[in-house]
Protein backbone atom coordinates (compact mmCIF):
# COMPACT_ATOMS: atom_id res chain seq x y z
CA UNK A 1 0.00 0.00 0.00
CA UNK A 2 1.33 3.28 -0.83
CA UNK A 3 -0.14 6.87 0.88
CA UNK A 4 0.94 10.14 0.29
CA UNK A 5 0.30 13.19 2.50
CA UNK A 6 0.86 16.72 2.18
CA UNK A 7 0.63 20.17 3.91
CA UNK A 8 -1.56 23.55 2.45
CA UNK A 9 -0.79 26.60 3.66
CA UNK A 10 -3.31 29.04 3.71
CA UNK A 11 -1.23 30.92 0.90
CA UNK A 12 -1.45 27.61 -1.32
CA UNK A 13 -5.06 27.68 -0.85
CA UNK A 14 -5.03 31.36 -1.82
CA UNK A 15 -3.52 30.54 -5.12
CA UNK A 16 -5.59 27.06 -5.90
CA UNK A 17 -8.64 29.37 -5.45
CA UNK A 18 -7.53 32.29 -8.19
CA UNK A 19 -6.28 29.65 -10.67
CA UNK A 20 -9.58 27.78 -10.34
CA UNK A 21 -11.78 30.95 -10.75
CA UNK A 22 -9.44 31.88 -13.70
CA UNK A 23 -10.14 28.39 -15.15
CA UNK A 24 -14.27 28.37 -14.80
CA UNK A 25 -13.73 32.13 -16.25
CA UNK A 26 -12.23 31.20 -19.35
CA UNK A 27 -14.61 27.92 -19.00
CA UNK A 28 -17.43 30.48 -19.24
CA UNK A 29 -16.72 32.54 -21.53
CA UNK A 30 -14.19 30.37 -24.17
CA UNK A 31 -11.04 30.55 -24.61
CA UNK A 32 -11.37 31.78 -28.05
CA UNK A 33 -13.99 34.85 -27.40
CA UNK A 34 -10.74 37.14 -25.03
CA UNK A 35 -11.42 40.05 -27.19
CA UNK A 36 -12.45 43.97 -25.96
CA UNK A 37 -15.98 44.38 -26.06
CA UNK A 38 -16.16 46.77 -28.76
CA UNK A 39 -15.33 43.43 -30.96
CA UNK A 40 -17.13 40.59 -29.00
CA UNK A 41 -20.25 40.15 -30.88
CA UNK A 42 -21.49 41.37 -34.21
CA UNK A 43 -25.34 42.56 -34.66
CA UNK A 44 -26.65 39.06 -34.45
CA UNK A 45 -24.75 38.52 -31.38
CA UNK A 46 -22.02 36.32 -32.67
CA UNK A 47 -18.78 36.27 -31.46
CA UNK A 48 -16.13 37.57 -34.71
CA UNK A 49 -13.68 35.19 -35.99
CA UNK A 50 -10.20 35.45 -34.81
CA UNK A 51 -8.69 38.00 -36.71
CA UNK A 52 -5.71 37.53 -38.89
CA UNK A 53 -7.05 33.75 -39.48
CA UNK A 54 -10.18 34.96 -41.84
CA UNK A 55 -8.98 33.92 -45.62
CA UNK A 56 -9.08 36.95 -48.18
CA UNK A 57 -7.17 34.74 -50.68
CA UNK A 58 -10.12 35.11 -53.24
CA UNK A 59 -13.04 37.64 -54.12
CA UNK A 60 -15.17 35.18 -53.20
CA UNK A 61 -13.72 35.18 -49.32
CA UNK A 62 -13.21 38.87 -49.50
CA UNK A 63 -17.02 39.53 -50.58
CA UNK A 64 -18.23 36.92 -47.74
CA UNK A 65 -16.03 38.88 -45.08
CA UNK A 66 -17.79 42.08 -45.94
CA UNK A 67 -21.30 41.22 -46.01
CA UNK A 68 -20.84 39.19 -43.24
CA UNK A 69 -21.02 42.98 -41.63
CA UNK A 70 -24.04 43.84 -43.10
CA UNK A 71 -22.89 45.71 -46.11
CA UNK A 72 -23.90 45.30 -49.88
CA UNK A 73 -21.07 45.91 -52.51
CA UNK A 74 -20.44 45.68 -56.12
CA UNK A 75 -18.85 41.92 -56.65
CA UNK A 76 -15.30 43.41 -58.41
CA UNK A 77 -13.08 45.32 -56.20
CA UNK A 78 -12.70 49.06 -57.63
CA UNK A 79 -9.28 49.25 -57.17
CA UNK A 80 -6.49 46.66 -56.19
CA UNK A 81 -3.17 48.46 -54.81
CA UNK A 82 0.00 46.94 -53.58
CA UNK A 83 1.55 49.20 -50.12
CA UNK A 84 4.23 48.88 -47.88
CA UNK A 85 2.73 48.82 -43.70
CA UNK A 86 5.60 51.40 -42.47
CA UNK A 87 8.23 50.34 -40.66
CA UNK A 88 7.86 53.08 -37.94
CA UNK A 89 4.08 54.29 -37.70
CA UNK A 90 3.58 58.01 -37.67
CA UNK A 91 0.71 59.83 -35.89
CA UNK A 92 -1.78 59.01 -38.99
CA UNK A 93 -0.57 55.30 -38.93
CA UNK A 94 -1.09 55.03 -35.04
CA UNK A 95 -4.62 56.33 -35.29
CA UNK A 96 -5.45 54.33 -38.32
CA UNK A 97 -3.96 51.30 -36.04
CA UNK A 98 -5.92 52.08 -33.15
CA UNK A 99 -9.03 51.76 -35.15
CA UNK A 100 -7.64 48.24 -36.10
CA UNK A 101 -6.91 47.27 -32.82
CA UNK A 102 -10.80 48.55 -31.97
CA UNK A 103 -11.51 45.38 -34.35
CA UNK A 104 -9.33 43.02 -33.31
CA UNK A 105 -6.23 43.82 -35.66
CA UNK A 106 -3.02 45.18 -35.48
CA UNK A 107 -0.85 46.73 -38.18
CA UNK A 108 2.44 46.91 -35.62
CA UNK A 109 2.16 43.11 -36.20
CA UNK A 110 3.25 43.32 -40.29
CA UNK A 111 5.31 46.80 -39.76
CA UNK A 112 7.13 47.31 -42.88
CA UNK A 113 5.53 44.73 -44.90
CA UNK A 114 3.89 44.50 -48.57
CA UNK A 115 -0.06 44.12 -48.12
CA UNK A 116 -2.62 44.15 -50.74
CA UNK A 117 -5.76 46.74 -50.36
CA UNK A 118 -8.63 46.19 -52.10
CA UNK A 119 -11.37 48.66 -52.32
CA UNK A 120 -14.72 47.50 -52.69
CA UNK A 121 -17.98 50.29 -53.65
CA UNK A 122 -20.27 49.74 -50.78
CA UNK A 123 -23.76 50.73 -52.19
CA UNK A 124 -26.09 50.45 -48.85
CA UNK A 125 -24.13 53.09 -46.87
CA UNK A 126 -26.76 54.58 -44.85
CA UNK A 127 -27.19 58.85 -45.01
CA UNK A 128 -24.66 59.48 -47.92
CA UNK A 129 -25.20 59.60 -51.59
CA UNK A 130 -21.86 60.13 -51.91
CA UNK A 131 -19.06 57.42 -52.65
CA UNK A 132 -17.95 55.05 -49.72
CA UNK A 133 -15.77 52.53 -49.84
CA UNK A 134 -14.62 49.11 -47.96
CA UNK A 135 -10.71 48.48 -47.63
CA UNK A 136 -9.51 45.22 -47.16
CA UNK A 137 -5.87 44.57 -46.19
CA UNK A 138 -4.86 41.42 -47.45
CA UNK A 139 -1.39 39.62 -46.59
CA UNK A 140 -0.44 36.00 -46.55
CA UNK A 141 -4.03 35.48 -48.31
CA UNK A 142 -4.98 36.22 -44.39
CA UNK A 143 -7.38 39.38 -43.22
CA UNK A 144 -5.27 41.73 -41.07
CA UNK A 145 -7.48 44.78 -40.73
CA UNK A 146 -8.83 47.48 -43.36
CA UNK A 147 -11.79 50.33 -42.50
CA UNK A 148 -14.51 51.90 -44.00
CA UNK A 149 -14.25 55.46 -45.50
CA UNK A 150 -16.06 58.36 -47.79
CA UNK A 151 -13.89 59.66 -50.69
CA UNK A 152 -15.45 62.96 -49.96
CA UNK A 153 -13.41 65.59 -49.10
CA UNK A 154 -15.27 66.18 -45.61
CA UNK A 155 -15.17 62.41 -44.71
CA UNK A 156 -14.82 59.60 -42.76
CA UNK A 157 -13.31 56.87 -41.84
CA UNK A 158 -14.21 53.64 -39.54
CA UNK A 159 -13.82 50.26 -39.10
CA UNK A 160 -15.93 47.40 -40.79
CA UNK A 161 -18.84 47.52 -38.47
CA UNK A 162 -21.64 49.15 -39.64
CA UNK A 163 -22.66 52.34 -38.28
CA UNK A 164 -26.49 52.85 -36.63
CA UNK A 165 -27.63 56.30 -37.38
Do not use: C
Not at 21 to 33: K, Y
Not at 127 to 144: A, M, S
Not at 145 to 165: C, P, Q, R, W, Y
Request: glycine letters at 10%; charged letters at 25%.
Amino acid sequence: MFMMSFRLRRSGLLAAALVLVFALVLGIRGIGSIWPASVAADSTGAPPAKAGKISGKTNEDRVSFITSFGWEVLEEPVEILEVIIPKVFDEIYREYNNIQRAQGYNLEDHAGKRVKRYSYEITNYPGTDQPVRINVLVRKNKIIGGDVSSLDENGFIHGFEMKTA
